[in-house]
T-cell receptor
Framework: GDSVTQMEGPVTLSEEAFLTINCTYT??????LFWYVQYPGEGLQLLLK?????DKGSNKGFEATYRKETTSFHLEKGSVQVSDSAVYFC????????????FGTGTLLAVQP | EPEVTQTPSHQVTQMGQEVILRCVPI?????FYWYRQILGQKVEFLVS????????KSEIFDDQFSVERPDGSNFTLKIRSTKLEDSAMYFC?????????????FGPGTRLTVL
């Protein structure tokens, strides 16, 4: 079945460092791909999405490109801030009649001043 | 900004008791979902709901679970006879139509503790 694998955390960075969180997927068909973020004590928030190959999703300085050839959707940010500290979830959805989200395990990011 | 709300934020119950978790989706959304996250594990899909019926459910969503939209605003998840392994964070989500169909907005979650 469809699945998402993301790098294990925690990831600890200093402020202004470059961030990469790896995500790969296995899916039949052509899924949509998502990054969700969960700040402490809050629910899951959609950070960005991409719906087809070579699409780049971006939001709040974060980017991810849908790479069909490597089945990847890695999350990047050029300069992280303390306020970016959160858990980041990669997810996919088959869309159509099946809109359920399949999540990775989540990666905890801790940014230190 | 519209948001999904959930109540209660934390529910403690005894094994075998019934619980109802409540959600108020975004008002113009038509698709509704429940997910759960057992501590330290992945967020898992439970069920999706559209047009007053279940559109998909996972193998986790057995006969002990049911969902309902009792009025125009609430969406509930009922667990008839809770087990210890039902302890988890339960998230409600909703999505709209057209281009926003695949953008699910999540509530803050209800932490269920079964003793």
């Amino acid at each position: 079945g469809d699945s998402v694998t993301q790098m294990e955390g925690p990831v600890t960075l200093s402020e202004e460092a470059f961030l990469t969180i790896n995500c790969t997927y296995t899916a039949t068909g052509y899924p949509s791909l998502f990054w969700y973020v969960q700040y402490p004590g809050e629910g899951l928030q959609l950070l960005l999405k991409a719906t087809k190959a070579d699409d780049k999703g971006s939001n709040k300085g974060f980017e991810a490109t849908y790479r069909k050839e490597t089945t990847s959707f890695h999350l990047e940010k050029g300069s992280v801030q303390v306020s970016d500290s959160a858990v980041y979830f990669c997810a996919l959805s088959g869309g159509g009649a099946t809109n359920k989200l399949i999540f990775g395990t989540g990666t905890l990011l801790a940014v230190q001043p | 900004e519209p948001e999904v709300t959930q109540t209660p934020s934390h529910q403690v119950t005894q094994m075998g008791q019934e619980v109802i978790l409540r959600c108020v989706p975004i008002s113009n959304h038509l698709y509704f979902y429940w997910y759960r996250q057992i501590l330290g594990q992945k967020v898992e899909f439970l069920v999706s709901f559209y047009n007053n019926e279940i559109s998909e459910k996972s193998e986790i969503f057995d006969d002990q679970f049911s969902v309902e939209r009792p009025d125009g605003s609430n969406f509930t998840l009922k667990i008839r006879s809770t087990k210890l392994e039902d302890s988890a964070m339960y998230f409600c989500a909703s999505s709209g139509q057209g281009s926003s169909y695949n953008e699910q907005f999540f509530g803050p979650g209800t932490r269920l503790t079964v003793l």
